[in-house]
């Protein structure tokens, strides 16, 4: 009896600093997995700002180009001819800057309309129902940039409502 409460006067403290590291150890790797997670989770929303500004850059620029110019020019009554080469000189390289950011619908309507263009210098002419589709699918693409414009107005001052 004498020899085994002697050893356990030995083993129990080894067997609690055990015990402590392991409940440390593991609080401490859940602790850590936490703040990770938040970490990334605000690395994740910066990049994700940074990218909507960019894009908002981008359609603010484009905007800024589209009132200096008309693009849908008057050939007589109620036709309209497309600008392509203010069009493939002074939009499109904006909006390809960052393609890849652009939300969905404008990239479609800038794809749509590079594709209806491309098919008119194939066919070698542009006659009016396709002057009328590009005049068309412009605007339509330049409504869309407005409306994410809006949105983001509309975001940002129910942010800065937040934070007053």
Not at 61 to 69: D, H, I, M, T, Y
Not at 105 to 131: H, R
Not at 132 to 146: A, G, P, R, T, W
Not at 147 to 163: A, K, P, V, W
């Amino acid at each position: 009896m004498e020899v085994t409460l002697e050893l356990i006067k030995y083993i129990l403290p080894v067997v609690s600093a055990i015990g402590g590291i392991w409940v440390g150890g593991t609080l401490n790797l859940k602790t850590q997995k936490t703040i990770f997670k938040m970490q990334h989770t605000i690395e994740i929303d910066k990049i994700k700002k940074e990218n909507l500004f960019s894009v908002h850059e981008i359609y603010n620029r484009v905007l800024e180009r589209n009132g200096s110019k008309m693009m849908g020019v008057p050939i007589g009554g109620f036709r309209l001819e497309f600008n392509i080469e203010f069009y493939t000189r002074e939009i499109r390289p904006i909006l390809y800057e960052k393609y890849h950011l652009l939300h969905r619908d404008v990239a479609d309507g800038v794809l749509e309309i590079d594709k209806f263009i491309e098919k008119c210098k194939l066919e070698e002419e542009i006659d009016s129902k396709s002057q009328e589709y590009l005049v068309s699918s412009y605007y339509k693409l330049i409504d869309n940039i407005l409306i994410h414009q809006h949105s983001l107005r509309i975001g940002l001052n129910s942010t800065l409502e937040q934070l007053k």
